[in-house]
C-alpha cells in the first residue's frame, strides 16, 4: 500500500469515527427524557403557574407557584426553538405581569438566543458525513484505485519511463537480425501511411521465444524506446486470479488502457502462464485460465479493431501455447532469441562494461570465449561479480583476475578454501581432474584446458574449465562420442590408479547417460536402430497435451535394443577412455602430483606438463619453492616444527 492510499484509508476511519461520535451524542440528546414535555412548559405560562423565568441559549430556566411558604423549585427545559417558544407564550406572559402573577415591569432575560435554522446544522453535518463516507467507500470499492475492494478487477498495467533512462537498439548487441525484424514494427509506429499505402498490415502481435535471460524483455523495451511510444508491460500470471471472470475483467482493462494510449505497446511477460493450451481436461472448460485466454484471443483478433496497439510477449515454452494464440492475426510474427555467439558475448560484455572501471588486462575476447553458453544475463551477472570483487579487494579497477573468478562463481559456486579436505580425498579428485583433461584434450580437439583446480566450489569437488576453439551450433557424432570419453575420463583414471572407484563420478555417469540416450532414441545414431525417433521427442512433458498420450511408442523388444545399445555407446567410450589414460600414464600421474602440491593450475602449465616437461620447468619461475612434491613435503614439515 503506498502512502496516498494509506491516507485515504486513515481519513476514510477518521470520517466514520467521528460520524459515529456525533449520532451517539445526537441520539444520546435526542432520547434523553426531560422532567415535563414542551406541551407542560406551554400550559405552565397559559395556567399563569410561572413566576420566574429566563432563556440562556436555548436553555429556559424557570419557577413555578408553591403553595405555603415552600421555596419555589428552579426547572429548566431545551428549547428546540426559541423564537417559536416565545410567540406562543407571549400573550400569557403579558397577562401574568398585568395580573402581578410576573413582577409588574420584569424584564425577560433572553441571552444569545439563536436562530431557528442553527439548531439543524448538527443534524444536517451528520447527514453530509455520512455521504461523504458513503462516496469515499463506494469510490473504493468500484475500482477508484487499483489496491480498492474492487480494484483486483483492474490490470495491473506498468508503464515504462520513456524519459532519458529509456532503452533503444543501441543498447542491445548481438541479436543484429532480431533487430532487424523489430525495425519493421518500428517504422510502422512512426510512420504508418508507408505501409497502409502499399495495403500492408503490420503484425498484431509479436512473440519473442528463447531461454531465459536471453533479453527478451529487453528487446521489447528497446523497440517501444526506439518508437517513442508508450510501453506497458504485464505479466501473465498477473491476469489469473481466485475470482471467476477476474482474468477476462483485465485482459479487457488492459486493452482499453492501450487504446487510449494508442498508439503504444502492450508487453505481456511468461505468456505461458495464461496463454496454455485448452481442453486439457484439468479443470475443465470453465476453467478460469480458459476464461481468461478465450477473452485475450478476443481482444487480439475479434470484431473490434485494436488500431496502433500491438502486442509483444516473451516466454521459453512455445510449445504449450495454444494454437489460436499462435495463428496470423494474433501473434503474426515469432522472432526467436538463441544464445549468443562468441562475437556476439563480446559486444554484450563491452556494454555492460560501459559504466565500470575496466583495467588495462582485461581481454573481452578471451573472456567471451570462456563463457560459452551463457546468456546475456548470466554475462552482466558475471562483470557484476567481478565488481564485487574488486570491491572486496579494495581495487580501484576490475582486472582479469576478478572476472575470471567470477566466471567460475557464476557456473559453479563459491570457492570453498576454507574445507578441510583429506589427504586421501585430495588424491583421488586430483587423479579425477586429471583424467577429464588428459582424456578431453588428446580425444577432442575442439577444447582446450583453461584451469584445473582440487578446490571444492559450489556442489563439485573439484572442476576442470575448458576454452572452445569455435562456436557451434549443432555437434556431430563424433563429437557426442568424444563427450562421452571426456566425462568417463574422471572415473578411468581412478580405477586406472587408484585400484578403487568413488561417487565423485555421479554426475558424469548422469550426463553421459543423456547423452547416449539422445543419441540413440532422438538422433538415430544407432546403426543398430536405425535413423527413428523413439518417444515423443520432447524434454519435457506438458500434462495439458501429453497427459493422455501414449509416451511409449515402441515395443519390450525394441527398449531392450534401445537399453543394449546406450550401453554399448558408453562400455566403447569408457574402454577409449582407459587406453587414453594408459598412454599417457607418466603425465597423469605428473598433474595429480602437482595438483595436490598446487590446488590449482593454469591451462599453459597442464598442457606444459602433458607435453613431457618437468615440474620444475614449468613451475621454477612461479613457485620454486613447491616445484616439486618433495620441496612441498619439506615446507610443510618445515612449518610443522616451527
Not at 201 to 226: D, Q, S, W
Amino acid at each position: 500500500m503506498n502512502n496516498s492510499n494509506r491516507i485515504r484509508s486513515i481519513v476514510s476511519w477518521a470520517v466514520l469515527l467521528l460520524v459515529c461520535v456525533i449520532a451517539a451524542s445526537l441520539i444520546s440528546t435526542m432520547t434523553k427524557k426531560d422532567t415535563v414535555k414542551y406541551s407542560d412548559v406551554v400550559g405552565y405560562f397559559k395556567n399563569e403557574q410561572v413566576t420566574e423565568f429566563e432563556i440562556v441559549g436555548n436553555k429556559l430556566t424557570y419557577k413555578l407557584k408553591t403553595e405555603g411558604e415552600n421555596p419555589a423549585e428552579e426547572k429548566t427545559f431545551v428549547l428546540y426553538s426559541v423564537a417559536r417558544f416565545l410567540d406562543q407564550v407571549q400573550p400569557y406572559v403579558d397577562s401574568a405581569v398585568q395580573k402581578g402573577v410576573l413582577a409588574e415591569g420584569y424584564d425577560i432575560k433572553q441571552a444569545n438566543s439563536i436562530p431557528a435554522w442553527v439548531t439543524y446544522i448538527p443534524y444536517l453535518f451528520l447527514v453530509g458525513a455520512v455521504c461523504f463516507f458513503g462516496w469515499i467507500m463506494m469510490k473504493q470499492m468500484a475500482g477508484g484505485g487499483k489496491n480498492g475492494a474492487m480494484g483486483f478487477s483492474r490490470a495491473k498495467l506498468k508503464l515504462a519511463d520513456s524519459g532519458k533512462g529509456k532503452v533503444t537498439f543501441n543498447d542491445v548487441a548481438g541479436a543484429d537480425e532480431e533487430k532487424e525484424e523489430l525495425q519493421e514494427i518500428v517504422e510502422f509506429l512512426k510512420n504508418p501511411k508507408k505501409y497502409t499505402d502499399l495495403g500492408a498490415r503490420i503484425p498484431r502481435g509479436v512473440l519473442m521465444v528463447g531461454p531465459p535471460g536471453t533479453g527478451k524483455t529487453y528487446m521489447a523495451k528497446a523497440t517501444a524506446g526506439e518508437a517513442g511510444v508508450p510501453f506497458f508491460s504485464i505479466s501473465g500470471s498477473d491476469f489469473v486470479e481466485l475470482y471467476v471472470g477476474v482474468g477476462a475483467s483485465r485482459v479487457r482493462d488492459t486493452f482499453d488502457q492501450a487504446k487510449k494510449n494508442a498508439p503504444c505497446i502492450v508487453f505481456i511477460d511468461e505468456i505461458d502462464a495464461v496463454g496454455r493450451q485448452r481442453g486439457a481436461g484439468l479443470g475443465g472448460g470453465n476453467d478460469e485460465r480458459e476464461q481468461t485466454l478465450n477473452q485475450l484471443l478476443v481482444e487480439m483478433d475479434g470484431f473490434e479493431q485494436n488500431e496502433g496497439v500491438i502486442v509483444m510477449a516473451a516466454t521459453n515454452r512455445p510449445d504449450v501455447l495454444d494454437s489460436a494464440l499462435l495463428r496470423p492475426g494474433r501473434f503474426d510474427r515469432q522472432i526467436v532469441i538463441h544464445l549468443p555467439d562468441v562475437r556476439a558475448r563480446e559486444e554484450i560484455l563491452k556494454i555492460h562494461a560501459r559504466k565500470k572501471p575496466m583495467g588495462k588486462d582485461v581481454n573481452f575476447e578471451n573472456v567471451a570465449k570462456a563463457t560459452s553458453g551463457f546468456a546475456p544475463a548470466e554475462l552482466e551477472n558475471v562483470l557484476n561479480e567481478a565488481a564485487l570483487l574488486a570491491a572486496r579487494g579494495n581495487r580501484k579497477v576490475i582486472t582479469m583476475e576478478e572476472i575470471t573468478d567470477a566466471i567460475m562463481k557464476v557456473e559453479l559456486g563459491v570457492e570453498k578454501k576454507s574445507r578441510l579436505i583429506t589427504e586421501k580425498e585430495k588424491k583421488l579428485t586430483a587423479y579425477h581432474e586429471a583424467g577429464h583433461a588428459i582424456v578431453t584434450v588428446v580425444a577432442d580437439g575442439n577444447s582446450q584446458v583453461n584451469e584445473i583446480s582440487i578446490i571444492p566450489r559450489g556442489m563439485a569437488g573439484g572442476y576442470t574449465s575448458y576454452l572452445p576453439v569455435e562456436n557451434k551450433s549443432y555437434m556431430s557424432k563424433k563429437e557426442m562420442l568424444d563427450r562421452i570419453v571426456h566425462g568417463m575420463g574422471g572415473r578411468a583414471a581412478e580405477e586406472l590408479c587408484l585400484d578403487d572407484i568413488s561417487t565423485g563420478a555421479s554426475g558424469d555417469i548422469q550426463q553421459v547417460t543423456d547423452i547416449a540416450r539422445q543419441m540413440v532414441m532422438r538422433y538415430g545414431m544407432s546403426e543398430k536402430l536405425g535413423p527413428i525417433l523413439f518417444g515423443t521427442g520432447r524434454e519435457e512433458v506438458f500434462l495439458g497435451r501429453d497427459f493422455t498420450a501414449e509416451s511409449k511408442t515402441y515395443s519390450e523388444k525394441v527398449a531392450a535394443t534401445i537399453d543394449e545399445e546406450i550401453k554399448r555407446i558408453i562400455d566403447e567410450q569408457y574402454a577409449r577412455a582407459k587406453e587414453i589414460l594408459q598412454e599417457k600414464l607418466p603425465q597423469l600421474h605428473t598433474i595429480a602430483e602437482q595438483l595436490m602440491v598446487h590446488e590449482k593450475i593454469t591451462g599453459d602449465q597442464f598442457r606444459a606438463l602433458l607435453d613431457g616437461k618437468t615440474p620444475e620447468e614449468v613451475f621454477a619461475k612461479t613457485e620454486p619453492e613447491l616445484a616439486t612434491p618433495e620441496a612441498a613435503d619439506e615446507q610443510k614439515d618445515g612449518a610443522e616444527e616451527a
